[in-house]
Nanobody
Framework: QLQASGGGLVQPGGSLRLSCAASGTIFSISVMGWYRQAPGQQRELVASITSGGDTNFADSVKGRFTISTDNAKNTVYLQMNSLKPEDTAVYYC????????????????WGQGTLVTVSS
């Protein structure tokens, strides 16, 4: 349902752009976001964006990361600039409040994770 891409190896100070596309029959989505999990750490919210365009960022990435969506493509992007070694983690996209039909229930989905390594 969710296909993430864009991870890789980048030097400190560099940039990466992650993408995550939701597929299948989708009527609406409430929130799309990105989480990350570093080795030995708990999964944490990086950034999220609501269908209305409200955004939320972890303090550690404010001013460096931006999140955006292409609603026509049900895709969420995470633009990561000024990357630091501490940004190294597996990044997971998340979709919350997804409806497959007007009156159907809501679902939460996770992408498969994409590894971001920031190292010189």
């Amino acid at each position: 349902q969710l296909q993430a891409s864009g991870g890789g190896l980048v030097q400190p100070g560099g940039s990466l752009r992650l993408s995550c596309a939701a597929s299948g029959t989708i009527f609406s989505i409430s929130v799309m976001g990105w989480y990350r999990q570093a080795p030995g750490q708990q999964r944490e919210l990086v950034a999220s964006i609501t269908s209305g365009g409200d955004t939320n960022f972890a303090d550690s990435v404010k001013g460096r990361f931006t999140i955006s969506t292409d609603n026509a493509k049900n895709t969420v992007y995470l633009q990561m600039n000024s990357l630091k070694p501490e940004d190294t983690a597996v990044y997971y996209c998340n979709v919350d409040g997804l409806r497959h039909s007007y009156s159907g229930p809501t679902y939460t989905y996770w992408g498969q994770g994409t590894l971001v390594t920031v190292s010189s």
